[in-house]
């Protein structure tokens, strides 16, 4: 199909992209990793549709502010931001459809910061949040981040979360791991027994070819953008229906398991 050999090759370029900056700025992460969120932010102000806008900045909320998002999208037809300086501005927590962090890779410690950070904006009511990492780390890698350190073993089968029903809430509603193809997606997950947590389901087309991660990425952006904005999925580009768009074998599925239902 056009949009998944399309969002393959742009995945690609993204990378390739990050990768031709750091070639030439190897010794300075910050300015690596302010240009990776601005490779993404243009790249999403292309899929996007023209009633939101796509920005860095900060959140407020009853004299409140939010740290520094890498990536906000919000309504730009009802609301205006606060404060505007190119591409950073300042906006009513009301106007935000969605949240994303960028990461060009992430450590444990980052993670946990990312967290917090997403707490803070669960506190503000936003909702839709995403940690996008352009070299993520293996799965298990990041599965481990979950969990206390004592109790890597069998997280599965654990009684000692470091997660809750308190606490999920703050967590990605997705995460999407660029460079090894994973989009992970907060909901159920079937660890053996009924747990909620995050799945990475591999969907192909109908040439049985897999969905990219960028393109479910998109997908779901669309969708909440559709959803706000009261617009029929079937017209969104990127949104895929039950009869062009199946599972792969469930064998091959990852889930992570956080805690009981």
Known sequence: MVHNEYFRLKAEELLNRLKQVKTIV??????????AEGILRAFL???CPNKVQVAQGFIYKDNNISTQCDIIIYDNLNYSPLFTWDDLIIIDSNAVLAVIEVKVSIREKDFNKT?????????????????FIYNAPLLKT????FFPSTDNDSP???????YDHDSYEKLPDA???????????????????DMLGYNSLIWVDEENKEISCLEEFVSAILSIIAEYSNIPKSIMPTEHSENN????????????PLFDM
């Open 115 to 131: 967290i917090n950070d997403f707490e803070l904006l669960r506190t503000m009511g936003v909702c839709n949040k995403f940690l």
């Open 245 to 256: 768009m199946m599972s792969a074998d469930i064998s091959k599925c990852v889930f992570i």
């Open 45 to 47: 102000k292309e899929v």
């Open 156 to 162: 599965i089968f654990s009684t000692n979360f470091k």
């Open 26 to 35: 190897s010794k300075h992460n910050l300015t690596i990793g302010q240009i």
């Open 175 to 193: 995460i999407v791991g660029l460079n090894k193809a994973y989009y992970l997606q907060k909901g159920y997950a079937d660890g053996g027994r």
């Open 142 to 145: 990041l599965n481990n981040y």
